[in-house]
């Protein structure tokens, strides 16, 4: 796959998983306390205040990719097998770790719990999230910066012939 097309693709995914994260969060814990969940409206509030500034800003930033004059972004070829792991790991791993938080909130703290049941607080459930939100923004941040062009001048093809005829091959 050449670099433009992974670049391009890594892109989309950043977009698409975005977009599916802002609207199962907002429809989640929008709906959650009037379909039983065991949150109030007030509780469900503040965990959206967590969640959402995040990856709205991510759109935010993809967004006013598509209305800048464009440039290339560089990367060099040997790092390119580790892109799809560095875009796609902390959606996945953010994804994963936040639902299952949200899920064991949910049932230690649902209606016919055994008595002496543990039961996860609000708190917990915020600083469970915030944990996650952590590993999603610390490298998230960077890549969406650069994908997304707040920085980068290079060409992903100049930098992909550049690398292969340092090594004496072609692109």
């Known amino acids: 796959m050449s670099p433009t097309v992974k670049v391009t693709a890594a892109r989309r995914w950043l977009i698409v998983m975005s977009l599916s994260v802002t609207a199962a969060n907002l429809l989640f814990f929008i709906m959650a306390p009037s379909l ?10 503040r965990i959206m205040q967590l969640l959402m500034p995040v990856v709205l800003g991510y759109l935010g930033a993809m967004t006013s990719f598509l209305f800048q004059a464009p440039r290339n972004v560089r990367i060099d070829p040997q790092a390119l097998p580790f892109l799809d792991l560095l875009v796609k790991g902390p959606v996945i791993i953010f994804t994963v770790a936040t639902t299952a938080a949200i899920v ?12 002496g049941t543990t039961r996860m607080t609000l708190d917990t459930l915020s600083i469970t999230i915030t944990a996650c939100l952590a590993l999603l923004t610390v490298t998230t941040n960077a890549v969406v ?17 550049a690398g ?8």
């Open 104 to 115: 064991a909130f949910g049932y230690s703290n649902r209606r016919f719990a055994p008595s």
């Open 36 to 45: 039983g969940y065991p949150m109030e409206y007030p509780e469900n509030v």
């Open 164 to 171: 292969a005829a340092a090594a004496g091959g072609d692109p």
């Open 145 to 161: 910066s650069y994908l997304f062009n707040a920085s980068g001048d290079g060409d992903v093809e100049g930098a992909a012939a």
